[in-house]
């Protein structure tokens, strides 16, 4: 089996920062893209920015130049630098990774499109 747990989010005030970590347990092998999705009261979950095993990332828009995502593939680990923040990016932040290469049972097999529990983030005007 495969989890994803989230850290690190909380309250912050307009302009200060947060760095959100996901960690993926399990007996993994390899993990394709890591993202992080956010969903703000009565909105439709958002990808907010990607990142591939090799490295490659993309972002919304509306994070570009604020928000850097970073892995550590030896760890299994996502994590996501918000600097400048906004009121408007206040959601609650998932992670999700398309498709993880992880024991099951006497092998091993994908799992795909697994979600973490989510973590609240809070900016304050």
């Known amino acids: 089996q495969v989890q994803l747990v989230e850290s690190g989010g909380g309250l912050v005030q307009a302009g200060g920062s947060l760095r959100l970590s996901c960690a993926a347990s399990?007996?993994?092998?390899?993990?394709?893209?890591m993202g992080w999705y956010r969903q703000a009261p009565g909105k439709q979950r958002e990808l907010v920015a990607g990142i591939t095993y090799e490295g490659t990332t993309n972002y919304a828009d509306s994070v570009k130049g604020r928000f850097t995502i970073s892995r550590d593939n030896a760890k299994n680990t996502v994590y996501l630098q918000m600097n400048s923040l906004k009121p408007e990016d206040t959601a609650i932040y998932y992670c999700n990774a398309d498709k993880v290469f992880a024991k099951s049972g006497s092998g091993y097999r994908n799992f795909f499109d697994s979600w973490g529990q989510g973590t609240q983030v809070t900016v304050s005007s």
């Open positions: 399990g007996s993994i092998l390899s993990i394709n893209v």
